[in-house]
């Protein structure tokens, strides 16, 4: 018989968007969730199921917090080891401290490693499913894949395609792009966990010919998604008018490729002109905000809400590592700080949506992942809501919920990360 778990705690699941109408109706609070088969099986009363299901193995969380995992819809696996890296912008950064650190994983020893490296940090931090740029180097890509593949994760990532303005070593080719990520693809797309992204870094790094392949590329395999950069620093977008003199704006160096869809995944989106607003809106694109990489770079502020307001799909993504952290706690602070200098402060319950929903919309996974819910996948993080002394005294005369699970999103990192499960197994972190 299959082994199930039981596990108690305060659950909180979504029965809707918090984005619509007041935030705390979209949000149930449950005493306990059953695990069977790797998926959640029943969420209710503690006394229900255990009455139910006696056979179960039990583990009683207390007064902590269990939610679904947390979701990265925009991360670059290879530049763990550079993160935090001072006083650069886009390009300088890029050319100073990213590149030269890719340039390493043509050795396929440094790719395993730093693979394992960022998959045990970022478990430690709560987050069980993420969607990777890799580098040009298709060993970057296996070991990716494979050491998911060995934790039963569900990751998207894809070989990032560059074939100018960056340096010798690390660029391909149109057709080197085109053949590679589509030997990838056919080997992994679909396998386990796993989910293939075809992966143009952003159009300043590819020429007209490799957008065209890529583009080729996602309409022959059109239920793959696309992840790039679009509008990220007011240089670049300079830039890429200079590259593509003949685009109306950045959006249509990727449009007129074919590179534009529901299945795309554009990261930053600062900058954005109307056209490219409702060119986006239109085909329900996927906009991914980085907050602490927009602060640490020094690129811009995400128009949330009038992005949401318009209906734009959106997701919550470190940008590890021009994000400054591994956390999607310290990214929810970053997009809580950015909402309130743009004037409108996000409610506790719409940070944590768009950190688990909201980014598995982005990633067209809702359906199995990003919430508590009877048939979807059980990933599942543990938040101890008094993980520090600054956080329990505030956290101890806090009024509701809201208020006590408020100052973890503020002040908390992986020290309030008491446990993480993926897919209904229990992680060492
Ligand atoms: N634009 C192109 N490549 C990158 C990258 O690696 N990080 C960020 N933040 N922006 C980019
Ligand atoms: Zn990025």
């Known amino acids: 018989m299959a082994q199930k778990t039981l596990l108690k705690g305060r659950v909180l699941s979504f029965s809707g968007s918090p984005f ?43 007064d902590h917090l269990i939610m679904a995992g947390f979701i990265d819809p925009h991360v670059h696996y290879p530049q763990t080891a550079m993160i935090a890296s001072w006083g650069k912008r886009l390009i300088d950064w890029l050319n100073t401290y990213t590149f030269p650190e890719e340039m390493k994983f043509g050795d396929p020893d440094y790719a395993v490693e730093i693979a394992n490296r960022y998959l045990n940090l970022t478990a430690a931090h709560g987050t069980t499913t993420m969607c990777s740029f890799c580098t040009i180097h298709p060993e970057s890509v296996e070991a990716f894949f494979t050491a998911a593949q060995a934790r039963g994760q569900r990751v998207v990532a894809g070989k990032t395609c560059m074939d ?3 340096p010798d070593g690390l660029r391909d080719t149109a057709q080197t792009a085109y053949d590679q990520s589509k030997v990838l693809l056919q080997k992994w797309h679909g396998v386990d966990r796993i989910s293939y992204a075809i992966t143009p870094r952003f159009s300043p790094t590819s020429t007209p010919e490799q957008l065209e392949a890529m583009g080729a590329l996602w309409a022959e395999n059109p239920d793959c998604l696309m992840q790039t950069h679009l509008s990220e620093q007011t240089d670049e977008i300079e830039w890429v008018r200079s590259l593509f003199p003949d685009a109306r704006d950045y959006l249509d160096t990727y449009e007129q490729f074919g590179l534009l869809g529901a299945h795309g995944l554009y990261g930053h989106v600062i900058h954005l ?21 927009n602060t640490f770079i020094g690129s811009g502020l995400f128009d949330m809400n009038g992005l949401v307001l318009d209906g734009h799909r959106v997701g919550l993504a470190t940008d590890t590592g021009g994000g400054s952290s591994f956390s999607m706690l310290r990214t929810m602070a970053a997009a809580y700080e950015i909402g309130q200098l743009r004037g409108r402060p996000l409610h506790p319950a719409q940070l944590l949506w768009l950190g688990t929903v909201g980014s598995a919309r982005t990633l067209r996974m809702d359906d199995c992942i990003g919430n508590i819910a009877h048939g979807m996948e059980a990933d599942l993080v543990v938040l101890d809501l008094a993980s520090t002394p600054a956080i329990s005294q505030r956290e101890a005369h806090a009024d509701d919920l809201w208020e006590a699970i408020f100052p973890t999103i503020m002040m908390g990192d992986d020290r309030a990360i008491a446990d993480v499960w993926i897919g209904g197994r229990r992680v060492a972190i």
């Open 20 to 62: 619509e109408g007041e935030p705390v109706d979209a949000t149930q609070i449950s005493e306990a969730v059953l695990i069977e088969d790797g998926r959640f099986a029943a969420v209710g009363t503690s006394a229900d199921l255990s009455a139910a299901h006696p056979d179960a193995q039990v583990t009683d969380y207390g």
């Open 164 to 166: 100018r303005n960056a």
């Open 273 to 293: 002109e109307p056209r490219e607003r409702d060119r986006l809106r239109e085909v329900d694109a996927a906009l991914i905000h980085c907050p602490t990489s």
